[in-house]
């Protein structure tokens, strides 16, 4: 089944102490993301990618650090959490050789920092 | 840069009625997307549009899309409760990254909040 998994799915943490964010598709996508959602504020988008060791910063990218070293796997850290970063992240994938470029969502994670 | 608004925030409809959800950007783009996320959960891919003039139409929702003005829209035809969902556009940039390739940097609208009443 072609999917987007993220782990984990939620996590209450306390601030500063380091944290990753696993994201891992079985679509050999090239394109991935990661995007926090905040009430009012829609979708941000934090950082892309356009391949492996390909990263780009989206809106959002301050505090979060990203990689891409292998084409299924982008991983997001956190290496000093804070409390705005109280947030609800998800991670999408897709590409733009298959027609119609649909991107597709993992199922969330819900992060607290307290 | 980009900005993606979305017309209305809020939409409270009665089963069978029509209506149309805006989705207005600021720069030029050469896709836009729309989705649907119900409560507590991902988003779901409803449509790509990637050229002036493009329609695309899925049971009672149908998309369009005019490059010109700048401007998308989402229609709803003879609404059911099942519809009731936040929808938002998004909308790529024709930027190119700093690589020179393309990027799949999106911006979103704060979405639109559809309730549909029996």
């Known amino acids: 089944e072609a999917q987007v998994t993220q782990n984990p799915r939620y996590l209450i943490t306390v601030t500063g102490k380091k944290l990753t964010v696993t994201c891992s598709q079985n679509?050999?996508?090239?394109?991935m993301s990661w995007y926090r959602q905040d009430p009012g504020l829609g979708l941000r988008q934090i950082y892309y990618?356009?391949?492996?060791?390909?990263?780009d910063k989206g809106d959002v990218p301050e505090g979060y650090k990203v990689s891409r070293k292998e084409k299924r796997n982008f991983p997001l850290i956190l290496e000093s959490p804070s409390p705005n970063q109280t947030s609800l992240y998800f991670c999408?994938?897709?590409?733009?050789?298959?027609?119609?470029?649909?991107?597709?969502f993992g199922p969330g994670t819900r992060l607290t920092v307290l | 840069e980009l900005k993606v608004e979305q017309n209305p925030l809020f939409l409270s409809m009665q089963e069978g009625k029509n209506y149309t959800i805006y989705c207005n950007y600021s720069?030029?783009?050469?896709?836009l997307y729309w989705y649907r996320q119900d409560p507590g959960k991902s988003l779901e891919s409803l449509f790509v549009?990637?050229?002036?003039?493009a329609v695309k139409q899925e049971g009672r929702l149908m998309a369009s899309l005019d490059t010109k003005a700048r401007l998308s829209t989402l229609h709803i035809t003879a609404a059911v409760h099942d519809l009731s969902a936040t929808y938002f556009c998004?909308?790529?940039?024709?930027?190119?990254?700093?690589?020179?390739?393309?990027?799949?940097?999106?911006?979103f609208g704060t979405g639109t909040l559809l309730a549909v009443q029996p």
């Open positions: 990618s356009m391949n492996v060791e390909v990263t």
């Open positions: 720069t030029t783009s050469d896709r």
């Open positions: 999408a994938s897709s590409s733009p050789i298959y027609s119609p470029d649909t991107q597709y």
């Open positions: 679509m050999n996508h090239e394109y």
């Open positions: 549009l990637l050229s002036n003039g």
């Open positions: 998004a909308v790529g940039p024709t930027t190119r990254s700093h690589y020179g390739g393309a990027t799949n940097k999106l911006i």
